[in-house]
Protein backbone atom coordinates (compact mmCIF):
# COMPACT_ATOMS: atom_id res chain seq x y z
CA UNK A 1 0.00 0.00 0.00
CA UNK A 2 1.43 3.20 -1.14
CA UNK A 3 2.43 6.01 1.67
CA UNK A 4 -0.49 9.19 1.20
CA UNK A 5 1.45 12.01 -0.10
CA UNK A 6 2.57 14.58 1.68
CA UNK A 7 0.58 18.06 1.84
CA UNK A 8 1.54 20.83 -0.48
CA UNK A 9 0.68 24.35 -1.42
CA UNK A 10 1.59 27.01 -3.28
CA UNK A 11 2.07 30.26 -1.76
CA UNK A 12 0.25 33.31 -2.83
CA UNK A 13 2.37 35.57 -2.77
CA UNK A 14 -0.05 37.82 -0.06
CA UNK A 15 0.39 35.11 2.01
CA UNK A 16 3.30 34.45 5.10
CA UNK A 17 1.92 31.45 6.99
CA UNK A 18 0.05 28.10 5.48
CA UNK A 19 -1.70 26.08 8.10
CA UNK A 20 -1.27 22.15 7.13
CA UNK A 21 -3.92 19.78 9.39
CA UNK A 22 -4.94 16.48 8.82
CA UNK A 23 -3.31 13.32 10.21
CA UNK A 24 -0.84 11.79 8.14
CA UNK A 25 -2.46 8.31 8.09
CA UNK A 26 -5.31 9.55 6.56
CA UNK A 27 -5.16 10.01 3.03
CA UNK A 28 -7.23 13.21 3.72
CA UNK A 29 -4.91 16.29 3.95
CA UNK A 30 -6.30 19.59 4.27
CA UNK A 31 -4.41 22.90 3.20
CA UNK A 32 -5.84 26.46 4.72
CA UNK A 33 -3.88 28.45 2.82
CA UNK A 34 -6.54 31.68 3.58
CA UNK A 35 -5.63 31.83 7.23
CA UNK A 36 -9.17 34.75 7.61
CA UNK A 37 -11.04 31.63 6.76
CA UNK A 38 -9.55 29.01 8.44
CA UNK A 39 -11.70 27.55 11.57
CA UNK A 40 -9.94 24.34 12.66
CA UNK A 41 -11.33 21.51 14.60
CA UNK A 42 -9.48 20.87 18.35
CA UNK A 43 -8.54 17.61 16.49
CA UNK A 44 -7.39 19.19 13.73
CA UNK A 45 -5.28 21.70 15.47
CA UNK A 46 -3.64 18.68 17.23
CA UNK A 47 -2.38 17.39 14.12
CA UNK A 48 -1.75 20.98 12.60
CA UNK A 49 1.48 22.58 11.42
CA UNK A 50 2.09 26.00 10.18
CA UNK A 51 4.61 26.84 7.28
CA UNK A 52 5.90 30.39 7.49
CA UNK A 53 7.87 31.28 4.19
CA UNK A 54 9.12 34.85 4.71
CA UNK A 55 10.54 34.64 1.05
CA UNK A 56 14.27 34.36 2.92
CA UNK A 57 15.66 31.35 1.39
CA UNK A 58 14.00 29.05 4.38
CA UNK A 59 10.96 28.02 5.66
CA UNK A 60 9.86 27.33 9.03
CA UNK A 61 7.84 24.32 9.51
CA UNK A 62 5.62 24.82 13.31
CA UNK A 63 4.21 21.32 14.51
CA UNK A 64 1.36 22.27 16.46
CA UNK A 65 1.13 19.34 18.60
CA UNK A 66 0.88 21.45 21.57
CA UNK A 67 -1.49 23.70 20.68
CA UNK A 68 -3.57 25.69 22.64
CA UNK A 69 -6.83 27.54 22.35
CA UNK A 70 -7.71 30.96 22.96
CA UNK A 71 -11.05 33.15 22.93
CA UNK A 72 -10.70 35.36 20.63
CA UNK A 73 -12.86 37.96 22.22
CA UNK A 74 -12.29 41.39 20.18
CA UNK A 75 -9.31 40.18 19.41
CA UNK A 76 -6.46 43.09 18.60
CA UNK A 77 -3.97 44.13 21.24
CA UNK A 78 -6.02 42.45 24.23
CA UNK A 79 -5.80 38.82 22.42
CA UNK A 80 -2.03 39.53 21.48
CA UNK A 81 -1.51 40.05 25.49
CA UNK A 82 -3.19 36.95 26.48
CA UNK A 83 -1.27 35.07 23.53
CA UNK A 84 2.33 36.62 24.99
CA UNK A 85 1.15 35.69 28.54
CA UNK A 86 0.69 31.91 27.20
CA UNK A 87 3.59 31.55 25.68
CA UNK A 88 5.70 32.90 28.87
CA UNK A 89 3.79 30.21 30.69
CA UNK A 90 4.56 27.33 28.51
CA UNK A 91 8.41 28.47 28.40
CA UNK A 92 8.21 28.33 31.91
CA UNK A 93 7.13 24.84 31.98
CA UNK A 94 8.98 24.25 29.39
CA UNK A 95 11.93 25.22 31.31
CA UNK A 96 11.04 23.71 34.44
CA UNK A 97 10.55 20.08 32.69
CA UNK A 98 13.98 20.39 30.85
CA UNK A 99 16.32 21.33 34.17
CA UNK A 100 13.94 18.32 36.09
CA UNK A 101 14.93 15.77 33.43
CA UNK A 102 18.66 17.20 33.87
CA UNK A 103 18.72 17.82 37.73
CA UNK A 104 20.08 14.11 38.68
CA UNK A 105 23.01 13.83 36.35
CA UNK A 106 24.39 17.70 37.56
CA UNK A 107 23.12 16.74 41.74
CA UNK A 108 25.72 13.78 41.23
CA UNK A 109 28.36 15.57 39.16
CA UNK A 110 27.83 18.70 41.88
CA UNK A 111 28.60 16.07 44.88
CA UNK A 112 31.26 14.47 43.08
CA UNK A 113 33.11 18.00 42.94
CA UNK A 114 32.64 18.59 46.34
CA UNK A 115 33.83 15.42 47.48
CA UNK A 116 36.71 15.94 45.47
CA UNK A 117 37.57 19.80 46.30
CA UNK A 118 40.60 20.39 48.25
CA UNK A 119 40.43 24.32 48.13
CA UNK A 120 37.59 26.56 49.19
CA UNK A 121 37.85 28.49 45.34
CA UNK A 122 36.65 24.76 43.97
CA UNK A 123 33.56 24.91 46.07
CA UNK A 124 32.77 28.12 44.79
CA UNK A 125 33.02 27.59 41.50
CA UNK A 126 31.03 24.02 41.76
CA UNK A 127 28.55 25.81 43.30
CA UNK A 128 28.41 28.75 40.74
CA UNK A 129 28.85 26.29 38.02
CA UNK A 130 25.92 24.03 39.22
CA UNK A 131 23.28 26.19 40.19
CA UNK A 132 23.05 28.11 36.54
CA UNK A 133 21.50 24.91 35.11
CA UNK A 134 19.71 23.75 38.24
CA UNK A 135 18.15 26.72 39.57
CA UNK A 136 17.79 28.24 36.19
CA UNK A 137 19.91 31.48 35.44
CA UNK A 138 21.84 32.93 32.91
CA UNK A 139 25.55 32.58 34.58
CA UNK A 140 26.33 33.21 38.59
CA UNK A 141 28.83 34.97 40.87
CA UNK A 142 30.42 33.57 43.81
CA UNK A 143 31.60 36.86 45.84
CA UNK A 144 33.88 35.87 48.38
CA UNK A 145 35.46 37.97 50.90
CA UNK A 146 39.38 38.98 50.95
CA UNK A 147 40.86 40.02 53.97
CA UNK A 148 39.46 40.21 57.81
CA UNK A 149 37.40 42.71 59.04
CA UNK A 150 33.86 44.04 58.47
CA UNK A 151 34.98 46.40 55.66
CA UNK A 152 36.70 43.87 53.80
CA UNK A 153 35.68 43.69 49.82
CA UNK A 154 34.16 40.28 48.63
CA UNK A 155 36.12 39.66 45.16
CA UNK A 156 34.38 37.96 42.69
CA UNK A 157 34.84 34.19 41.31
CA UNK A 158 32.41 34.15 37.79
CA UNK A 159 32.18 33.37 34.50
CA UNK A 160 35.44 33.60 32.86
CA UNK A 161 33.30 34.39 29.43
CA UNK A 162 31.72 37.64 30.61
CA UNK A 163 32.69 40.64 28.54
CA UNK A 164 33.72 43.04 31.42
CA UNK A 165 35.73 42.26 34.93
CA UNK A 166 33.67 42.68 37.89
CA UNK A 167 34.54 45.10 40.63
CA UNK A 168 34.65 43.40 43.90
CA UNK A 169 31.81 44.20 46.30
CA UNK A 170 31.78 46.33 49.66
CA UNK A 171 31.28 44.28 52.59
CA UNK A 172 27.62 46.71 53.30
CA UNK A 173 26.53 45.15 49.67
CA UNK A 174 27.05 41.56 51.35
CA UNK A 175 25.44 42.94 55.21
CA UNK A 176 22.53 43.22 53.33
CA UNK A 177 22.07 39.94 52.01
CA UNK A 178 21.21 38.34 55.24
CA UNK A 179 18.77 35.58 53.19
CA UNK A 180 17.72 35.14 50.29
CA UNK A 181 17.10 38.13 48.22
CA UNK A 182 15.62 38.94 44.68
CA UNK A 183 17.21 42.46 43.39
CA UNK A 184 15.83 43.75 40.44
CA UNK A 185 17.63 46.19 37.92
CA UNK A 186 14.80 48.93 38.94
CA UNK A 187 15.59 48.60 42.49
CA UNK A 188 19.35 48.92 42.05
CA UNK A 189 18.95 51.94 39.90
CA UNK A 190 16.50 53.56 41.61
CA UNK A 191 18.77 54.54 44.74
CA UNK A 192 22.63 55.19 43.21
CA UNK A 193 23.85 55.65 46.93
CA UNK A 194 21.92 52.59 48.23
CA UNK A 195 23.85 48.77 49.34
CA UNK A 196 22.54 47.20 46.21
CA UNK A 197 24.11 50.37 43.80
CA UNK A 198 27.54 48.35 43.33
CA UNK A 199 25.19 45.21 41.93
CA UNK A 200 24.90 47.35 38.90
CA UNK A 201 28.48 46.97 37.03
CA UNK A 202 26.90 42.78 37.03
CA UNK A 203 23.62 43.74 35.94
CA UNK A 204 25.35 45.96 33.29
CA UNK A 205 28.14 43.16 32.47
CA UNK A 206 25.51 40.37 31.59
CA UNK A 207 22.31 42.38 30.54
CA UNK A 208 20.37 41.21 33.79
CA UNK A 209 17.13 42.27 35.17
CA UNK A 210 16.94 40.55 38.05
CA UNK A 211 19.67 39.14 40.90
CA UNK A 212 18.72 36.11 42.90
CA UNK A 213 21.09 36.86 46.11
CA UNK A 214 22.21 34.02 49.02
CA UNK A 215 24.42 34.30 51.87
CA UNK A 216 27.45 31.58 51.85
CA UNK A 217 28.00 31.18 55.21
CA UNK A 218 29.74 34.60 56.10
CA UNK A 219 32.16 34.81 53.69
CA UNK A 220 30.31 35.00 50.31
CA UNK A 221 27.98 35.31 48.48
CA UNK A 222 26.68 33.76 45.67
CA UNK A 223 24.25 36.11 42.71
CA UNK A 224 22.25 34.35 39.98
CA UNK A 225 21.94 36.15 37.04
CA UNK A 226 18.74 36.30 35.42
CA UNK A 227 18.18 38.05 32.00
CA UNK A 228 14.39 37.70 31.41
CA UNK A 229 12.41 39.98 32.95
CA UNK A 230 8.84 38.03 33.26
CA UNK A 231 10.71 35.29 35.31
CA UNK A 232 9.81 34.07 38.75
CA UNK A 233 11.50 32.63 41.41
CA UNK A 234 9.48 30.13 42.62
CA UNK A 235 9.72 28.30 45.93
CA UNK A 236 10.92 25.03 44.15
CA UNK A 237 13.53 27.41 42.85
CA UNK A 238 15.46 28.79 46.43
CA UNK A 239 14.53 25.86 47.88
CA UNK A 240 16.99 24.09 44.99
CA UNK A 241 19.15 27.05 45.73
CA UNK A 242 19.28 26.81 49.46
CA UNK A 243 19.99 22.99 49.55
CA UNK A 244 22.95 23.57 47.28
CA UNK A 245 24.89 26.15 49.34
CA UNK A 246 23.78 24.04 52.18
CA UNK A 247 26.44 21.48 50.45
CA UNK A 248 28.41 23.94 49.85
CA UNK A 249 28.96 24.99 53.41
CA UNK A 250 29.45 21.46 54.69
CA UNK A 251 32.03 21.35 52.32
CA UNK A 252 33.98 24.73 53.09
CA UNK A 253 33.60 23.26 56.57
CA UNK A 254 35.70 19.91 56.26
CA UNK A 255 38.36 21.98 54.32
CA UNK A 256 38.91 24.22 57.14
CA UNK A 257 39.01 21.52 59.72
CA UNK A 258 41.62 19.68 56.88
CA UNK A 259 43.13 22.58 57.28
CA UNK A 260 43.34 23.36 60.97
CA UNK A 261 44.75 19.24 61.21
CA UNK A 262 47.22 19.84 58.69
CA UNK A 263 48.39 23.42 60.96
CA UNK A 264 48.72 21.29 63.74
CA UNK A 265 50.72 18.74 61.68
CA UNK A 266 52.52 21.15 60.03
CA UNK A 267 51.63 20.61 56.97
CA UNK A 268 51.28 23.56 54.18
CA UNK A 269 47.43 24.57 53.65
CA UNK A 270 46.14 24.01 49.96
CA UNK A 271 45.04 27.88 49.68
Known sequence: MSEPAAPSA?????????????????????????????QPTP???QTAAVLIDAGSGQALVVPAAD???????DGGEELKARAAALVQALRRERDW????????DFLLGYADALQAAGREAEVYEALRGTSVPVVGA???????????GADAPFH???????????????????????AQRLVTRAEVGADPDGPFAPLGGLLQATFGAQ?????????????????RRERLMTGEDRDLLAALV?????ALRRIRSERQVGALLGIAPAD
Open 211 to 227: LLCAPVAADAVLVLVER
Open 43 to 45: EQL
Open 246 to 250: RQAES
Open 138 to 148: YTAVAFVRVGT
Open 156 to 178: PIGDPALPLALAPLPGETVRSIQ
Open 10 to 38: GRRADDAAIILYGDERDAAHGIAEDLRGF
Open 97 to 104: IRRRLQMP
Open 67 to 73: AHVLPRG
